[in-house]
C-alpha cells in the first residue's frame, strides 16, 4: 500500500511539473508588430442582446487605428433584438460590419459556432484575424498584445486568456476553473502537447486559416476551438499562448448550475478528440483519486494531507503565476477553497461523458 501511495503522489507531480514547466517559460512575446497589419474582429452572436452594449462599449476602448481595423459581428439565426443592436451599431461606428446568418447556412460542419465564425471570416478583410464572444469585453490593449507574437514569423496562431467576471462565489469558482483550465493548457502547448484553448480570446493569421480551408475543412466539433487549434498544429504551424493583463478577455459565468453542467458536459464531449493526451489526463487523475480515496480509507493522514496539499498547493501554484501575470490579486484567497470544491466536482465528468447528445445556446449537437 505504501509503494502504490508513493507512486500516485510521484505520478501526480509529474504531471504538475509537466504543466508547471510549460507555463514558467511561456508569457508575452514582445514584438514590432503593432499597428503594421489590418485587424479583423470576428464576433459571433446569438441571442445576445442584453451583453452586447458591454461588448460594444469595451470594443470602443481599443487602442488601435481605425483604418486598420474592423469588426465582424455575426448574427447567428437570433430570434431577439440582436440584429437591430448591431445594424445600429454598424450605423453609428464605421468600422462595424455585419452579417446575418439563416438556418440554410447551418450546414454539415458549418453547423452552430463553427458556421458563424466562418461566415463572418467571409466577409472579413483583416491580415490577422481576433475572436471573442458577444459576451465579453477586451481590454484597450487587447489588438497590440494578441499581435505581438506574430513578430516571430512561424508563429500563426495565439491563444489569450479569459476571464470570468465575478460578483459571487459561484462566479469566483469559475474564475479559478478557467484560470486553472487556462494554465494547463498554456502550460502543455509550450510543451509541445496541445490540449486546449479559448475561442473567445484567439487570433489566427488570415494566410494561414485560408490556407488551412478554414471551418469549411475542419471537422465539426462542439469546442471549435480544440478543433482549429489541433488542425493548426497538425500543419506544422507555431502557435503560442499568452497570459497578460492587455490581453486577457472577460466574460460573463453562468448563472446557474444547470447552464454550468451543460458548460463542462460540452467541454467532456468535445475534450474527446484528444486521443491519448485525454487518455494520459485521465490516468493521472485516477491516480490522483485512488490514492487520495485509499489514504482515507487506511486512515493515513499524512499521505491524506499530502494528497491534499499537492492539489491546494501544486495545482494552486499554476493558478497563482497566472493570477500575478493577469494582476489578479483580489481572486488568491479563493485558489486554494475553489481547487477543494472543484477537486470534489470532477466526480461528475464521467456520468458527463455518458450523454452524447450536447445543448447550448437553444441548440443540440
Not at 483583416?126 to 506574430?150: K, N, S
Not at 448563472?255 to 478528440?273: M, P
Amino acid at each position: 500500500m505504501e509503494l502504490f501511495l508513493t507512486i500516485a503522489a510521484a505520478i501526480y507531480s509529474l504531471r504538475l511539473l509537466f504543466f508547471a514547466s510549460g507555463q514558467l517559460r511561456a508569457g508575452v512575446r514582445r514584438g514590432n508588430v503593432a499597428d503594421q497589419k489590418r485587424v479583423s474582429i470576428i464576433i459571433p452572436a446569438r441571442n445576445e442582446e442584453h451583453n452586447l452594449h458591454r461588448c460594444i462599449a469595451s470594443l470602443r476602448q481599443l487602442q488601435y487605428p481605425e483604418h486598420l481595423l474592423e469588426i465582424v459581428f455575426v448574427n447567428d439565426r437570433s430570434t431577439d433584438n440582436t440584429a437591430s443592436i448591431i445594424n445600429q451599431a454598424a450605423e453609428s461606428w464605421s468600422v462595424i460590419r455585419t452579417v446575418h446568418r439563416t438556418e440554410a447556412d447551418a450546414r454539415e460542419n458549418l453547423r452552430g459556432k463553427p458556421g458563424a465564425l466562418q461566415s463572418g471570416i467571409d466577409a472579413a478583410s483583416g491580415d490577422v484575424y481576433l475572436f471573442t464572444d458577444a459576451d465579453c469585453v477586451v481590454e484597450p490593449q487587447w489588438i497590440r498584445t494578441m499581435l505581438a507574437p506574430f513578430a516571430n514569423s512561424n508563429v500563426k496562431m495565439v491563444c489569450g486568456f479569459t476571464t470570468i467576471e465575478h460578483s459571487s462565489a459561484f462566479g469566483i469558482l469559475q474564475d479559478i476553473e478557467w484560470l486553472y483550465t487556462h494554465s494547463m493548457a498554456q502550460g502543455s502547448l509550450t510543451n509541445h502537447i496541445p490540449i486546449g484553448c479559448f475561442g473567445n480570446n484567439m487570433a489566427i493569421d488570415a494566410t494561414a486559416f485560408r490556407e488551412l480551408g478554414g471551418y469549411n475543412v475542419v471537422a465539426f466539433s462542439v469546442t471549435e476551438d480544440l478543433a482549429l487549434l489541433q488542425a493548426m498544429v497538425r500543419t506544422g504551424h507555431k502557435v503560442a499562448y499568452i497570459c497578460s493583463a492587455t490581453s486577457a478577455v472577460e466574460t460573463l459565468p453562468c448563472t446557474t448550475l444547470a447552464e454550468y453542467l451543460q458548460q463542462k458536459q460540452r467541454w467532456v464531449r468535445g475534450g474527446t478528440q484528444l486521443g491519448w493526451r485525454a487518455t494520459m489526463f485521465v490516468i493521472t487523475s485516477v491516480m490522483y483519486w485512488t490514492g487520495l480515496v485509499l489514504s482515507i480509507v487506511t486512515q493515513s493522514p499524512g499521505w491524506t494531507l499530502t494528497f491534499l496539499a499537492l492539489r491546494a498547493v501544486g495545482d494552486g501554484q499554476l493558478i497563482n503565476l497566472s493570477v500575478v501575470r493577469l494582476r489578479r490579486w483580489s481572486s488568491i484567497p479563493a485558489i486554494a477553497p475553489s481547487l477543494i470544491i472543484l477537486l470534489l466536482l470532477e466526480l461528475i465528468l464521467p456520468i458527463l461523458t455518458l450523454r452524447k447528445k450536447v445543448q447550448w445556446k437553444g441548440q443540440t449537437f
